[in-house]
């Protein structure tokens, strides 16, 4: 499995962008795709992921009711919709995708095989 993230960019805090991440390849054997992000001299964090087949979705304390993700099955391509950015979200934005991935670790970045580049997002205040 290949994956395509773009999207990220420069927004001024409380504003929206909108990150894509196009899968390519095995995509039958996908079954939870994700985002991480990774802000300059922190470690990794999880954002958000959704099951590829059922859309069931688990989401970040410090997300939760301003960051959407969402699928389009046909497309091979998850979404994350960021509203109400805050600086503090400034971060490198990596998509990754699991084929044996489990409800439970579902937030972990080692339950991922398949990784995207990131893309940056800067939210200036």
């Known amino acids: 499995v290949q994956l395509q993230a773009s999207g990220g960019g420069l927004v001024q805090a409380g504003g929206s962008l909108r990150l894509s991440c196009a899968a390519s390849g095995r995509t039958f054997s996908m079954n939870f795709m994700g985002w991480f992000r990774q802000a300059p001299g922190k470690e990794r964090e999880f954002v958000a992921t959704i099951r590829w087949r059922g859309g069931s979705t688990i989401y970040a304390d410090s997300v939760k009711g301003r960051f959407t993700i969402s699928r389009d099955t046909a497309k091979n391509t998850v979404y994350l919709q960021m509203n109400l950015l805050k600086p503090e979200d400034t971060a490198v934005y990596s998509c990754?995708?699991?084929?044996?991935?489990?409800?439970?670790?579902?937030?972990?970045?080692?339950?991922?095989?398949?990784w995207g580049q990131g893309t940056l997002v800067t939210v200036s205040s």
């Open positions: 990754a995708a699991g084929t044996s991935v489990i409800q439970s670790s579902a937030a972990s970045a080692s339950a991922y095989t398949y």
